[in-house]
C-alpha cells in the first residue's frame, strides 16, 4: 500500500512494533504530540527499506555462492572428477596409445597449418599443446583434441596478419580474445545455441568435412606439393599434376592404407566362444589381448614402421625418395602475456592499431570456433554414445585459448582429422591429451631428430583411413523414409561446405534449418470444410510470426463465398500470447465490428485469459468452448446479423 495513505506492507515479514525513544506503535494515527516529524519517519522508512534490500541481496548472494562451490557444480565444472576417480589401467594403455598416435599426427599439421596462417613453422607446434592439458580437466568429450585447424588458421592469416614479417602479435591478441568470448558465453550458459543445430546439418558438415580432409590428403599420397585448401580448387590441381606423382610416396602411402586396414580387423575379430563351454585359458586370453592391443595401436604402428623404412632409405644415401616432415625448431617459447604492441627496425604497432585491424575478427572466429567444436563434438558424441554439454565445451575451449595465448599460440578449436585419429585409436578418457601434449613438448626439447623421418604419405593414410568412415550416406535414405523435409538442410550444407568452405557451409545450414524451423509458425496451412459453423481452429501458441497471416485468413473467411461471416475462433491449443499478437486480436475485432460480424474466441487458457484481462481489448468477446461460441453466434447473434453464414475452417499448423 503506498505511503500516502498512512499504510504500508510490512518489510521482510516484519510485524509493526514500537520504536524506543518515540509514541510510534506501528498503528495508523499512533502518533502522539511527541511523535517524530513526517520528513524523519519518511526517512526511517527509506533506511528499513535500504537495509530490507541488503538482506535479501545478501541472501541471494549467499545462496548463489553455496551453489557454486557444491559438490556438484565442482564436477559439472571440473570434469576430470567424474572420470578419473574410475580410471584403469586399461583406460590408461588405451589413452597412451591414443595420445601418442595424435601427437605423430599434430606434428606436421601443426607445421603446414602455421604456413596457412602466415607465421613460422613453430608456431604450429605452439599451438597444439596447451589446449590438450587445459582440456583433459574441462573437456566433456573423450574424443576431442584441440589444436590448430585449417579453419582457424585460415580465419588467422585473414584477420591477424601483421604488417611485419614473421611477426605473430596480432595472432596472439586475437587468441587471448577469442578465449575471452568463448569464456564469456560459457559462463553465461549460451551453449544452449547450439541445440539449435540440427542432425541434419550436424551430419552434413562431417561428412563434408570428412571427404574435404580425406581429399586434402591425397597430395600426400601422391607427394604432390603446392595444392590449394579450398576443395572445388583443391580437386582441380590435384587431378592437374598427377603426372607430377612421386612413385615411393605412393607406394607407401598405399601399402599404409592396406596395414590400417587388416590391423583394425584384428581389433574387432569375434572368437566365437562357447557361452556353456569352460572359456579360453589365460595364454588364450593373454594373446587375443596382445592382438587387440595390435590392432589399437594399428595408427601408431604404421606411422612408426614407416618412420623406419624412411630413416633406412636415407642411411643409404637416398634422401630425396620420401617427402618427409623435416627439420623442426626445438625449444619453447617463453610463458608471458600477450604484447600489445610490437616495436622492429623503426616500426612501431600500437595496441589501438592491432585492435582496428582485426575489427571483426574478434567476433568471427570466436563463433567459428564455437561451431567447429561443437559440431565435431556432437557427431563422435553421437558415434561413440555419450553426451556432451555445451556451455562446458565453450568453458573448456576459452580457457585453453587464455592460457595457450601465454605460450605463443594463435586460437585453437577442436580439429576434425585428429578427433577421428583419436576416435580410431580407442580413446577412453580426455587424459589423452596429456600424452600429445607431452611428446609435442618433448618433441620441441629433445625429439626433433626422431620425428624428422616420418613420411607425409603415412600421416596420410592414417588421417585417410580415420576420416573416411565419418561419411554416412544411409542418412540419405533415413531422411526419406521418415521426414523429407529434413533433406534440404542435409544438402545444402554438404553443398555449401564443399563448395564456399566448412565455416560458411555450417553457417548456411543452421540458417536453412532455422527457416524450415520457424516456417510452420509464420505460414500454417489452412484446410476448409463446408457446413456448420466457421471455426478457425489453432494448433499452437499464436506470436508475432503467425499473427499477420492469422488475420488474412479469418478476413478470407469471413468474405467466404461473397458473405459476411462471423467466426469462432478456437483458441483451446494457444498456451502463450505477446504483445503483437494482442495488437492483431485488436485489429481484428475492429475489422469485424466495422463489417458487421462478429468473431468470437474460445477456449483460451487461464493463464492466456490474464493477460487479455489486462490487455483490457474493447468489445472483446469470449467463450469457454467451441460449442458455446457456436451456440452464442446461431442464437444471439445471427438475428442482429441475418446476412451471417456459416462454414467450418480448421487451422492446421503442421508443415
Not at 460449442?627 to 453466434?633: I, S, T, V
Amino acid at each position: 500500500m503506498s505511503r500516502d495513505s498512512g499504510e504500508r506492507e510490512p518489510l521482510l515479514g516484519n510485524q509493526p512494533r514500537k520504536r524506543a525513544g518515540s509514541n510510534y506503535t506501528g498503528e495508523e494515527g499512533g502518533l502522539s504530540s511527541n511523535a517524530l516529524p513526517p520528513s524523519h519517519e519518511r526517512e526511517t522508512e527509506e533506511e528499513e527499506s535500504i537495509m530490507g534490500f541488503t538482506v535479501v541481496v545478501k541472501r541471494a548472494a549467499k545462496k548463489q555462492i553455496n551453489a557454486c562451490c557444491s559438490k556438484e557444480n565442482l564436477k559439472t565444472k571440473l570434469p576430470i572428477t567424474k572420470w578419473l576417480p574410475k580410471y584403469s589401467l586399461q583406460a590408461l594403455q588405451c589413452d597412451l596409445i591414443a595420445g601418442l598416435t595424435v601427437g605423430l599426427t599434430v606434428i606436421p599439421q601443426g607445421l603446414a597449418y602455421a604456413k596457412i596462417a602466415d607465421l613460422p613453422p613453430q608456431y604450429g607446434l605452439y599451438s597444439a599443446f596447451m589446449g590438450c592439458f587445459v582440456y583433459c580437466f574441462l573437456g566433456t568429450a573423450k574424443d576431442i583434441t584441440l589444436g590448430p585447424t585449417a579453419i582457424m588458421s585460415l580465419m588467422t592469416a585473414t584477420f591477424a596478419t601483421s604488417p611485419i614479417e614473421e611477426d605473430a602479435t596480432y595472432a596472439i591478441v586475437l587468441c587471448l580474445i577469442t578465449g575471452c568470448v568463448q569464456l564469456l558465453l560459457g559462463l553465461l550458459n549460451l551453449g544452449i545455441l547450439v541445440n539449435f543445430i540440427s542432425y541434419p546439418v550436424i551430419n552434413a558438415f562431417t561428412s563434408a568435412a570428412a571427404i574435404t580432409i580425406g581429399f586434402g590428403q591425397v597430395k600426400g599420397i601422391l607427394g604432390l606439393t603446392h595444392i590449394p585448401r579450398d576443395f572445388p580448387e583443391m580437386v582441380y590441381e590435384t587431378c592437374k599434376k598427377i603426372p607430377e606423382t612421386k612413385i615411393w610416396d605412393l607406394v607407401m602411402g598405399l601399402v599404409c592404407l592396406a596395414l590400417l586396414y587388416v590391423l583394425k580387423k584384428l581389433r574387432t575379430i569375434n572368437w566365437n566362444d562357447d557361452l556353456d563351454g569352460p572359456g579360453p585359458n589365460r595364454c588364450v586370453r593373454f594373446c587375443r589381448y596382445l592382438i587387440w592391443l595390435i590392432g589399437t595401436a594399428s595408427n601408431a604402428i604404421v606411422v612408426i614402421s614407416a618412420s623406419g623404412v624412411a630413416a633406412i632409405l636415407i642411411s643409404q644415401g637416398k634422401n630425396n625418395t620420401l617427402s618427409i616432415t623435416g627439420h623442426l625448431k626445438p625449444g619453447l617459447p617463453d610463458f608471458k602475456p600477450p604484447d600489445f604492441s610490437y616495436t622492429k627496425d623503426n616500426i612501431t604497432i600500437t595496441a589501438s592499431t592491432i585492435f582496428s585491424d582485426i575489427g571483426a575478427g574478434f567476433g568471427i572466429v570466436p563463433l567459428l570456433g564455437l561451431v567447429e567444436l561443437i559440431a565435431i563434438g556432437k557427431a563422435f558424441a553421437r558415434q561413440n554414445h555419450y553426451k556432451i554439454y555445451p556451455s562446458q565445451e565453450l568453458i573448456a575451449i576459452g580457457f585453453a585459448n587464455i592460457i595457450s595465448c601465454f605460450v605463443g599460440s594463435y586460437p585453437v578449436t577442436g580439429s576434425f582429422s585428429r578427433t577421428a585419429v583419436n576416435s580410431q585409436s580407442g580413446v577412453k578418457t580426455p587424459a589423452s591429451g596429456i600424452f600429445t601434449g607431452v611428446l609435442i613438448v618433448l618433441a620441441l626439447f629433445t625429439l626433433t631428430p626422431l620425428f624428422y623421418y616420418i613420411p607425409k604419405s603415412a600421416l596420410s593414410a592414417v588421417i585417410i583411413f580415420s576420416v573416411i568412415q565419418m561419411v554416412d550416406v544411409m542418412v540419405v535414405k533415413k531422411l526419406w523414409k521418415t521426414n523429407k523435409i529434413d533433406l534440404i538442410p542435409l544438402f545444402i550444407t554438404f553443398l555449401s561446405c564443399l563448395g564456399v568452405g566448412m565455416e560458411y557451409g555450417i553457417l548456411i545450414g543452421i540458417g536453412v534449418s532455422m527457416i524450415i524451423l520457424l516456417y510452420p509458425s509464420a505460414r500454417p496451412k489452412i484446410k476448409v470444410e463446408p457446413g456448420g459453423v466457421k471455426v478457425v481452429k489453432l494448433d499452437q501458441g499464436l506470436l508475432f510470426p503467425a499473427v499477420e497471416y492469422l488475420q488474412e485468413c479469418v478476413l478470407e473467411a469471413n468474405e467466404a463465398d461473397g458473405k459476411n461471416n462471423s467466426v469462432v475462433l478456437d483458441c483451446s491449443h494457444v498456451s502463450a500470447l505477446d504483445y503483437t499478437a494482442i495488437q492483431g486480436i485488436t485489429e481484428l475485432i475492429v475489422d469485424f465490428k466495422s463489417r458487421e460480424a462478429k468473431l468470437v474466441f474460445a477456449g483460451f487458457p487461464k493463464n492466456v485469459l490474464k493477460h487479455l484481462q489486462v490487455a483490457d481489448i474493447p468489445e472483446l468477446t469470449v467463450s469457454s468452448t467451441v460449442q458455446e461460441g457456436c451456440k452464442l453466434l446461431q442464437e444471439e447473434l445471427t438475428p442482429e446479423f441475418p446476412g451471417v453464414q456459416h462454414i467450418k475452417v480448421e487451422f492446421n499448423s503442421r508443415l
